[in-house]
């Protein structure tokens, strides 16, 4: 499943729980500062105020392996300043939300609210904040204890260690609410679990507005979560309110579709993805007695698309098109987006990053991304990172793929857009390379990325077959020159059908000198256009199937040459229903791969920057 369960700790609910306010130096060098005039909040790293007067939290990236005070030590970023705000008990709240007729509950209908749980810091009377929210299904469910099940997840009026401890640590004492919903028919949310459906949307859109509308914020929201929670950001900005400014979706998908299917070929997942989700948050109750009318075709879509897309087993309803978010937020959205992806997911892979980031832009959206080597995590997660031990799968990218410093961008990020101070932050793409080397670039794939064509009877290669019992493996010649490849490659391959009305290649590419994996790629040939419109397939018939890559950022010397492997299915997806017979390949001037390459001096080019180094910490 794309989604995790959010365990969460218990939190002090007394209003009097002071958060820490003590910088992590020396009360000598404190009182120095203060003798100087100087701001705590200036203090950057070893650099002397009066070589800045800039923010603390807006050092450029360039600077920041150089800053201290960044809590190594606590497994997560932190922020190095200590904000001056006690946080409040919390408070709940239902809000009601009017649904259209066709939204409305088919099994037990009951008033439609939505809960949300609100912590808010103890600011001087007249003081307004801003709210972060986190909202997802994953609050308080569970078995309700009964045998073989386990209890219940924590409730939302307990900071989840997902974004809401995060945020309650770091954030709330410097002027933010943090907010914790759950979505319709999960938590003590009515109605019924619509699984990002249009009912889900709308409750999350109104949440959103009840926030921006309380006489005690400053009217501006902002979203923020991982997975399932970062999805619902999405689905607030499709028809958002106007107090929504910014989310953070972290790997969330911009579609249902387009998370279980690539080019048309379907993960494992797929088949039974709407039941379980709705397993999972099942509290085996009368509450389950709550149904949404798209949960009686939810669980066919993915069976019938796999196995008849074809013959319009993909149209049949408007499942998927109600559940495709990208194209509302990039049609309705005003606010920005700080996209963050992990370059080596394979739960929400990153092409549902690139090219949404350049399609934002295009579309007026200010928007920021970071996006390292590890999978389907936080940027700031490094016992976690660590676990990524296998090559050609982020382990080259570790120890440095672990951004301590994210709470500062991120902090940057709030600090104008929720707040309106200081400068705008620059709009960019922090990239790690496979390596684990950084790069900044304007966009990405970058601007100056130019094509590399390499015609297939240029390579050396074995086999012509690929079914469920043969492969083909296709050898690219090693280049005089460093191939940068920063983009997605595509791979325009001539490939025929047998005796059956479909087909599907799987495509794996190495470092072959190294023998290193450094991507891969995947086609139903009903879409061998790309997109999600399949076509007819006719037996014995040649087509040209216009593979892409997932987004890649990776260095092949000089010297190494590349190979591709080519079978029917690979990882987590679903072998074609054509697999035992298979399709030929024709490898030679008819198909062509094409490599997006940039070039970057990997001594001087002003791209690089060092992030903090806290592996070299002493304990």
Known sequence: MEDEVFEAEIMPESGNYVLNITLAATFSVSIIFLMLGTSIGQILGEKSVEETSQNWWEV?????????????????????????????????HFIEVELPL??????????????????????????????IMSIHPYYDFGGEGMPGVGEDSNPNTIPDRGVGKWIYDNFISHGYALAQASTFGTGQSTHCQDVKGLGEQIGIQAVVDWLGKQNWTNGNVGLMGKSYAGTTNWEAAQNPSEHLKTIVPISGSIGVQEMFYRNGSSEFRALGYDAAYWAATSDLTTDELRVCQDDLQGPLNPFTTHLWAHYGGAEWNDYWDERRHLPDVLANYKGSVYLVWGMQDWNVDPYHAFPTYQLMRDA???????????AHNYPDQPSTHENATSPGFGAEAYPEMSRMDWAIDLFWWFEYWLKGNGVMPELHVQMQRHDGRWHVEDTWPPEDMYWEEITLDQATSTGSAVSATSSVTVTIPASENDRFISGLPTLHLSA?????????????????????????????????????????????????MQMEFNPMDVLVPAGNEIRIELTETGMDYLPSPCAAIGMQVNLDSSSTLSLPLIDRDEETAPEWFEVPNWWDVEE
């Not at 960044?70 to 300043?81: A, C, M, N, Q, Y």
């Not at 088919?106 to 007249?126: C, K, Q, S, T």
């Not at 007026?364 to 590890?374: C, E, H, V, Y």
């Not at 025929?496 to 450094?518: H, K, P, V």
């Open 60 to 92: 450029p990236l360039q600077e920041r392996s150089s800053m201290t005070n960044l809590g190594f030590e606590e497994g997560r970023s932190v922020l190095p300043v200590k904000g001056t705000y006690e946080v409040l008990t919390y408070t709940e």
């Open 364 to 374: 007026g959206i200010p928007a920021r991304g970071i996006m390292g080597q590890w």
């Open 102 to 131: 066709s939204e409305e509950d088919a099994g037990f209908p009951e008033d439609d609210l939505m809960h949300v749980a609100i912590w808010r810091p103890n600011v001087p009377d007249g003081v307004k904040v801003p709210v």
């Open 496 to 544: 025929s059908t047998g005796l059956c009305d479909g087909g599907q290649i799987f495509a794996t590419m190495y470092d072959a000198t190294e023998n290193l994996r450094i991507g891969h790629a995947t086609m139903d040939v009903r879409y061998r256009d790309g997109g999600y419109e399949a076509k007819t397939v006719v037996p014995l018939t040649t087509y040209n």
